[in-house]
């Protein structure tokens, strides 16, 4: 028996009443399954990311088809919100399958994001300036510094993330220039996931609150320009609502599927056009690769996106600092043009540093959150 105040006691207690928590009825936790095209598509996702970073400004001598794909990576950051949404739904799952509190998930989550970006901003800030000084010193015979000019505030921004609320002019990404840009949308995921841990506050109320979180981001379009306060979610919501939609699909396929087709299409009207249609085809292929992802996600080519994915946050996190000094390396010696030595020699080479930091630095602070059942049925209790 269950002791008083466990929370699996309260969940117990709502099945033998027949009471539901709603789409936690058709979403059962399993940890017998996985999810393996995601991991795909989530790789997939960041090696289109880091070549729209690295490559952007880089193109010339391009062929125009993979220019055009290059310059459209900035999609990829949408697809991570999704993912991010799926990933985030399995996780609290457990919450709501009484298998765990509100306040370890959160716990958890943090952990999760707030390790690696620590280690990350260590090896950002103070690890590869000198190595670029080194490699300067030794290759040019200059005696260059690279450190930031950062004070010790300016470091307790970066490591809370609350430097994305700091006034800046442009995007997001300006307020964490120089040392790494791409930190904002780490800042807007955690405050997805306090959004996510106190909705977990009233399970039963659980995807009540999200659709209403759904419907501001909605409303928010109709605001005028400056309403919401800088480096709020609110603006990126609706992407990672598709990820919460994603997961529950399969047991309730119309209604997600209607959801999805009312975000992609408000996305498409308010945002950008080729956002909206992209979000909405990635997630009906996702939707329609569920029920066959064991015998899909056997292809070797997914297998390979897969694997990237495994260390995608740690690629996020460290494939713009590792630009510059991977950059000065390779060009010192190779004998490849600069647009092959760009694809065949750095980029590989910043993909497998960051996967071998990925196991020093990630990997302890990795709990997988894509297993689900692979077919969750309505009258499951």
Same mark, same amino acid.
């Given at each position: 028996?269950?002791?008083?105040?466990?929370?699996?006691?309260?969940?117990?207690?709502?099945?033998?009443?027949?009471?539901?928590?709603?789409?936690?009825?058709?979403?059962?936790?399993?940890?017998?399954?996985?999810?393996?095209?995601?991991?795909?598509?989530?790789?997939? !996702?960041?090696? =289109?990311?880091?070549?729209?970073?690295?490559?952007?400004?880089?193109?010339?001598?391009?062929?125009?088809?993979?220019?055009?794909?290059?310059?459209?990576?900035?999609?990829?950051?949408?697809?991570? *919100?999704?993912?991010?949404?799926?990933?985030? $739904?399995?996780?609290?799952?457990?919450?709501?399958?009484?298998?765990? $509190?509100?306040?370890?998930?959160?716990?958890?989550?943090?952990?999760?994001?707030?390790?690696?970006?620590?280690?990350?901003?260590?090896?950002?800030?103070?690890?590869?300036?000198?190595?670029?000084?080194?490699?300067?010193?030794?290759?040019?015979?200059?005696?260059?510094?690279?450190?930031?000019?950062?004070?010790?505030?300016?470091?307790?921004?970066?490591?809370?993330?609350?430097?994305?609320?700091?006034?800046?002019?442009?995007?997001?990404?300006?307020?964490?220039?120089?040392?790494?840009?791409?930190?904002?949308?780490?800042?807007?995921?955690?405050?997805?996931?306090?959004?996510?841990?106190?909705?977990?506050?009233?399970?039963?109320?659980? *995807?009540?609150?999200?659709?209403?979180?759904?419907?501001?981001?909605?409303?928010?379009?109709?605001?005028?320009?400056?309403?919401?306060?800088?480096?709020?979610?609110?603006?990126?919501?609706?992407?990672?609502? &598709?990820?919460?939609?994603?997961?529950?699909?399969?047991?309730?396929?119309?209604?997600?599927?209607?959801?999805?087709? !009312?975000?992609?299409?408000?996305?498409?009207?308010?945002?950008?056009?080729?956002?909206?249609?992209?979000?909405?085809?990635?997630?009906?292929?996702?939707?329609? &690769?569920? $029920?066959?992802?064991?015998?899909?996600?056997?292809?070797?080519?997914?297998?390979?996106?897969?694997?990237?994915?495994? *260390?995608?946050?740690?690629?996020?996190?460290?494939?713009?600092?590792?630009?510059?000094?991977?950059?000065?390396?390779? *060009?010192?010696? $190779?004998?490849?043009? !600069?647009?092959?030595?760009?694809?065949?020699?750095?980029?590989?080479?910043?993909?497998?540093?960051?996967?071998? =930091?990925?196991?020093?630095?990630?990997?302890?602070?990795?709990?997988?959150?894509?297993?689900?059942?692979?077919?969750?049925?309505?009258?499951?209790?």
């Amino acid at each position: 028996m269950n002791p008083p105040g466990d929370p699996r006691t309260d969940v117990a207690k709502r099945s033998a009443s027949g009471a539901s928590f709603g789409p936690v009825a058709i979403g059962r936790y399993s940890a017998g399954s996985r999810f393996r095209c995601l991991d795909a598509v989530r790789g997939a !996702a960041i090696l =289109w990311i880091v070549c729209f970073h690295l490559l952007n400004d880089r193109t010339a001598g391009m062929i125009p088809f993979f220019t055009a794909l290059v310059k459209l990576g900035r999609l990829g950051v949408p697809v991570f *919100f999704l993912v991010s949404g799926f990933a985030l $739904s399995a996780a609290a799952q457990r919450v709501l399958m009484g298998e765990k $509190s509100p306040w370890d998930f959160f716990k958890d989550r943090l952990k999760r994001i707030y390790g690696p970006l620590f280690f990350s901003l260590v090896f950002a800030g103070f690890i590869l300036p000198l190595a670029m000084q080194a490699a300067v010193l030794v290759l040019e015979g200059r005696s260059d510094s690279f450190f930031y000019s950062y004070g010790v505030l300016d470091w307790l921004s970066l490591i809370t993330l609350a430097r994305v609320f700091y006034p800046a002019e442009g995007g997001l990404n300006r307020a964490f220039l120089p040392i790494n840009g791409v930190l904002w949308f780490v800042a807007v995921l955690v405050q997805m996931y306090a959004v996510i841990f106190l909705a977990l506050l009233n399970r039963s109320r659980y *995807f009540l609150s999200l659709c209403i979180v759904t419907a501001a981001w909605a409303c928010a379009f109709f605001l005028p320009e400056g309403s919401l306060p800088r480096g709020f979610f609110l603006p990126c919501w609706g992407f990672f609502f &598709l990820g919460v939609l994603q997961f529950y699909s399969p047991g309730y396929p119309l209604l997600c599927s209607a959801g999805a087709v !009312a975000i992609g299409t408000f996305v498409s009207l308010k945002m950008r056009l080729d956002e909206g249609l992209f979000l909405m085809g990635v997630f009906f292929v996702l939707m329609g &690769l569920r $029920s066959k992802d064991d015998v899909i996600s056997a292809n070797p080519i997914l297998r390979a996106g897969s694997w990237v994915g495994g *260390f995608a946050y740690s690629l996020y996190l460290l494939h713009v600092p590792l630009d510059d000094w991977v950059t000065t390396v390779m *060009f010192s010696w $190779s004998p490849l043009p !600069a647009l092959a030595t760009d694809c065949l020699l750095i980029i590989p080479s910043i993909v497998l540093i960051c996967f071998a =930091w990925s196991q020093v630095f990630e990997k302890p602070f990795m709990r997988s959150n894509l297993r689900v059942q692979p077919h969750p049925r309505r009258n499951e209790r």
